[in-house]
């Protein structure tokens, strides 16, 4: 918290700072994003997650890639990235999207971000991804003054995130294939960015992620 608000109390005008939180998917990003906002409050930062720019379900079935759905490509990751720009130097408000677990889907404009507040959190899978990946997640991470990486022990993570599929919807067995699967693929991807991170967050019994 004190690095965070450090971080907020460098910003100058016209330009906020940006922190990015990432992790493996269930590792609790969006919790310590959320709590790292809580505890600085509405009037220096806010949280505006990359999950606002999953591409729609009928984009990603009509470009087959539903099964796959959370991997980078299923992302708009150009829009992220402008976004992040926006924010780095806007002088208005800039309304950005969340996703709603529950319909599954992004709900654009969502977010207000009003140009007073000095700090934006940011949290996402793919805030470290290299170059070879496409040049908008190298430029969504030149954006970012610092990213974070958390990690939390394996099996608590993969309890916690069959656990949330179940929440959000998905049967029992289906959350543990998914869980093993397409999000593990998705999570060692993201583990290859680690030694990139410059912050490394060890969460030792971190809430369950949201």
Known sequence: MARARALAA???PGRRRL???TGAP???KSTLAAQVAEALGPEVA???PM???HLASSTLVAWGRAERKGAPDTFDAGGYAALLARLRTATDVVHAPRFDRHLEESIGSAIPVRPEVPLVVTEGNYLLLGAEHGPHWAAA???LDEVWFVEV???LRLARLVARHV???RAPDEARVWARGSDQRNAELVAAGRRLADLVVTLADAPAPT
Request: overall charge negative; charged content about 30%.
């Open 153 to 155: 022990d394996e099996d």
């Open 141 to 143: 991470r030149e954006a």
């Open 10 to 12: 460098s910003a100058q």
């Open 46 to 48: 806010v949280v505006a």
């Open 26 to 28: 269930g590792a609790g």
């Open 19 to 21: 922190l990015g939180i």
């Open 167 to 169: 929440e959000h919807g």
């Open 51 to 53: 999950d606002g720019f």
